[in-house]
């Protein structure tokens, strides 16, 4: 299947400090790619939809200023965490549509993030 | 709007026993369904989707799911459970028209006890 590669997969940053996360898509081209958040034990909380080439879609609630989404090629995504804060600490996820799946998306490994 | 509930937080099950994990959704129009395993500190991996055809849905790791109109339901079934197959397991949906964005279930943990 189609292989989306997310990096770092672990990062501890200093509370103030700015930190960027990549999902590349691999073998393929993808438009749309969704960043998720991950609290322990939950479920996904879908946070923007990112566009290639244009603007992300954030879901309610999400700071824009401080979660940055950029999506400048088709197989590039970043998620920028700014002047981070211990709230911040989470499980970061990107994801994207499989074309080899049919319908269904393939899953970043994840960047677990530690603000201190 | 689009929801999946999987109704238990946790499974238990011992091995080589079956195992079943509930999953209901609600969508306008016919549904797409997923479901996905999650390791510690990794990323979803997928299992089986369920697009038409048969309801019956095989998948990875000898994991089978069956689709059920009436019930509104997509329980993931295995007829014999290994160690391995402790993880998190999540359920989810989308419409087969309109949005393309998938709504995830919170997660059904599955332990299986030697």
């Not at chain 1, 691999?26 to 991950?38: E, I, K, P, S, V």
């Not at chain 1, 990112?50 to 879901?59: D, I, L, M, P």
């Not at chain 2, 000898?62 to 079934?77: D, I, P, R, V, Y």
Request: proline letters at 5%; hydrophobic letters at 35%.
């Amino acid at each position: 299947g189609a292989v989306v590669s997310q990096h770092p997969s672990r990062v501890i940053c200093k509370s103030g400090t700015s930190v960027k996360i990549e999902c590349r898509s691999l073998d393929f081209q993808a438009t749309t790619m969704f960043w998720y958040r991950q609290f322990p034990k939950q479920s996904l909380m879908l946070m923007a939809t990112s566009n290639e080439g244009s603007k992300a879609t954030y879901e309610q609630g999400v700071e824009k200023d401080k979660f940055l989404i950029n999506h400048a090629s088709l197989t590039l995504s970043t998620l920028t965490v700014t002047s981070a804060h211990p709230e911040d600490s989470s499980f970061y996820i990107c994801s994207a549509e499989d074309p080899s799946t049919g319908y269904g998306y393939t899953f970043g490994s994840g960047t677990r993030l530690t603000v201190v | 709007a689009q929801s999946v509930a999987q109704p238990e937080d946790q499974v238990n099950v011992a091995e080589g026993n079956p195992l079943t994990v509930k999953c209901t959704y609600s969508v306008s129009g016919n549904p797409y369904l997923f479901w996905y395993v999650q390791y510690p500190n990794r990323g979803l991996q997928f299992l089986l989707k369920y697009i038409t055809g048969d309801n019956l849905v095989k998948g990875s790791y000898g994991f089978e799911a069956e689709f059920n109109k009436s019930q509104t339901s997509f329980h993931l079934k295995k007829p014999s459970a290994l160690v391995s197959d402790s993880a998190l397991y999540f359920c989810a949906v989308r419409p087969s028209g309109g949005s393309y964005i998938p709504t995830f279930g919170r997660g059904t943990s599955l332990i299986v006890h030697p």
